[in-house]
């Protein structure tokens, strides 16, 4: 806490019982970390609260509870990191403004993006998502229809946590599908416009 300027490079965090969490600070670089196996009720990967003007580069979040927990951080750039089979990969608690996420890898994860607000300035940006099913009829790698990350389950999960027993149900696929045609309780513009076709590994 408290401490601006700090590089977190080559690092391992593995089987925490909460992870990783760096508050109240500035100018903070990640880069190359592993942050795997953090399970539990309230764990994950990575905690970044009160966080501006930080580098988030080419770590991977691999089968956590939550892969980053973000609240009340802004002007954040999160490149190139690989999302892999987390509950979460994703939970955006709140107060974070003009974030840009871009290159990144999600993959298999049961919620990409958490949201619990309806406002975004956030920028989702030439990333890779597993669950998507567009098509790209150009070839240029870049789907042709934008992908929209948040599910309405996980909000309706974040309001009231006992529901994740539906999950995979086809009534939560109904209704998943549902706001993605017309969103009404996510963020209408929270959109990767251009999606990628593969992974940025392949």
């Known amino acids: ?6 590089l977190y490079e080559n690092n391992t965090f593995e089987n925490n019982g ?3 969490a760096v ?4 100018k903070i670089k990640m880069l190359t970390n592993t942050f795997k196996e953090n399970w539990g009720t309230a764990s994950y990967g990575l905690l970044l609260k009160e966080i501006n003007d930080a580098e988030i580069t080419g770590n991977i979040f691999k089968e ?4 980053i927990n973000i609240e009340g951080s802004n002007r954040i750039r999160y490149t190139k990191n690989s999302f892999i089979k987390n509950g ?5 608690r ?16 049961s919620f990409d993006v958490s949201y619990n607000s309806k406002l975004n300035d956030n920028k ?3 990333n890779y998502w597993s669950g998507y099913t567009g098509y790209d009829l150009d070839k240029d790698g870049i789907g042709d229809v934008p992908y929209r990350p948040v599910k309405l389950f996980s909000y309706i999960v974040n309001r009231t946590p006992e529901t994740i027993i539906l999950m995979r149900s086809l009534f939560i696929d109904m209704i998943d599908f549902s706001e993605k045609v017309s969103p009404v309780f996510t963020p209408d513009n929270l959109l990767d416009n251009y999606p990628l076709m593969k992974s940025k590994n392949d």
Do not use: L, P, Q, R
């Open 124 to 126: 989702f940006d030439k």
């Open 23 to 26: 508050m109240f600070s500035k």
């Open 18 to 20: 909460a992870g990783v």
């Open 1 to 6: 806490m408290f401490s601006n300027n700090d």
């Open 94 to 109: 709140g107060a974070c403004y003009t974030n840009i996420f871009s290159n990144n890898n999600f993959m298999y994860n």
């Open 88 to 92: 979460w990969a994703i939970k955006v």
């Open 64 to 67: 956590n509870t939550i892969g």
